[in-house]
């Protein structure tokens, strides 16, 4: 997963800027023109200015990111604190700014092949998907691959930003091996304190320096303690800095804290596994988690939820910050409820049916909890189109075209087919803004799932 990505909320006002340096090339950790010598100046992205002040960054005798990687096996990406290749999915959650948050990583089926001074690396591709009230916020497909030294190195990203359910931008992209890039160490394979690297190494498109402040750490974990953690200190490209830790199993594990802004795992998939059928007071709390997400919440609906979250909480471990987020999204439903306010009751439905999904992740496979978020996107898709809310379907289907991107691999032939024809009209429709075709492909695609599930 992209251990370093900084969400930028609509509606913040965000004091970034960009940083510019001398040379910044070579294949590997930018090498060339990126020691203590050099100083990395900033522009003001809303003006455009250079600034005079240059960002206080190691010195190139700390860095360990400066030798030329071997990559003989590049998508066996095992390093305990970066372990792509062995985590299928972690979710994430918290707060940025008092909004809900939360994000889906994915490690997708398909690698990418780049190239890079004339070498070809081939790398898995982890999808990360952030969530801003429950809708969708930011979208990257990150590139990994690990060393034969066991450090592991990030090729790029395609970055899409999105604001009322449509893309804005694109800003963060980039890719090693263009305009200079370099490949970027994200893990070292044994940090010890007081190693420097860079995750990122673009000057004036993408930056972030890095220093290991401890290792060896025991955090609590979704389900019990987690030995062998690592905290670091990132400088960013605008000149903020912030710590985060990482921890074996996982990879990125927490920023920020309970108090103020928050991204931390929930849990994972298969690291928090406990395969076996779900819990019955789960599946009771699944079904109402769906009834409260029909578009109408009555107050019979609000209170079997309630009940059914109780019952479950009381019968069954459930990660901190779940719990919390489950709490916090019912108590939104039950006064948005009250108060009548249409749009905050569809927003906090949603996210209910979203944490119980998350909660499905303990006991069954990636593959049954992702068919089970992509009927729940079909189901939003109707609710919204009948709601006449042009951006909230267009999110809707971005949200379908995720989820299915890591369902259509392992789905037969002729199903994916129906499906993925389904997908391409209703992404024609939300680009129309034909919301009553939209809303028409939604059980369509509800029974195309059920076909595939049965």
């Excluded at 189109?385 to 032939?413: I, N, P």
Aim: glycine share 10%; aromatic share 6%.
């Amino acid at each position: 997963m992209n251990s370093h990505r900084r969400i930028l909320w609509p509606g913040a006002v965000v004091g970034a800027v960009v940083l510019m340096a001398g040379a910044c090339s070579g294949s590997a950790g930018g090498s060339e023109g990126t020691g203590a010598a050099d100083c990395v100046r900033v522009i003001d992205e809303a003006t455009g200015e250079t600034g005079k002040e240059c960002l206080p960054l190691a010195p190139e005798s700390d860095r360990v990111d400066l030798g030329e990687p071997t990559f003989s096996h590049p998508t066996d990406v095992t390093n305990p604190l970066h372990p792509t290749s062995e985590v299928d999915q972690v979710v994430m959650g918290g707060q940025v700014d008092g909004a809900p948050f939360r994000t889906e990583v994915s490690t997708l089926p398909d690698t990418r092949t780049i190239t890079l001074d004339g070498r070809k690396i081939q790398t898995l591709t982890s999808q990360y998907v952030a969530f801003a009230g429950g809708r969708i916020h930011e979208v990257a497909l990150d590139w990994y691959a690990q060393a034969d030294d066991g450090s592991v190195w990030y090729l790029g990203e395609d970055v899409f930003n999105y604001e009322d359910g449509v893309v804005a931008d694109t800003e963060g992209t980039w890719q090693a091996g263009r305009d200079k890039a370099p490949a970027a160490m994200i893990m070292p394979a044994q940090p010890e304190r007081g190693d420097v690297y860079r995750p990122e190494n673009l000057p004036g498109v993408v930056f972030e320096e890095v220093t290991v402040k401890e290792t060896d750490r025991t955090v609590d974990g979704p389900y019990g303690k987690v030995d062998g953690a690592i905290t670091v200190h990132e400088l960013h490209m605008d000149g903020s800095t912030e710590d985060k830790t990482f921890a074996p199993g996982y990879g990125e594990f927490s920023t920020g804290n309970d108090g103020g802004d928050l991204e931390a795992v929930s849990l994972a998939s298969p690291t928090d596994a406990q395969p076996g059928p779900l819990p019955p007071r789960l599946t009771a709390l699944d079904r109402t988690a769906r009834a409260v997400q029909d578009g109408e919440v009555t107050d019979a609906d609000l209170g079997a939820a309630q009940a059914a979250w109780t019952a479950y909480r009381d019968s069954d471990p459930v990660p901190k910050l779940l719990e919390r987020q489950m709490t916090r999204d019912l108590d939104a439903l039950d006064k948005a409820v009250v108060a009548k306010n249409d749009e905050e009751t569809l927003a906090a439905a949603l996210r209910v049916a979203q944490n119980t999904s998350d909660l499905r992740l303990r006991y069954e496979p990636v593959r049954t909890v992702d068919l089970a978020r992509f009927g729940l996107w079909a189901r939003q898709l109707g609710i919204d189109a009948d709601a006449r809310d042009e951006g909230a379907v267009a999110g809707d289907v971005t949200s379908l075209e995720l989820v299915w991107d890591r369902l259509k691999d392992d789905t037969s032939g002729a199903a994916a087919a129906a499906i993925t024809a389904d997908l391409r009209e209703a992404r024609d429709a939300a680009d129309r803004k034909d919301l009553a075709k939209a809303g028409d492909l939604a059980p369509v695609l509800a029974a195309q799932l059920a076909r595939t599930t049965g």
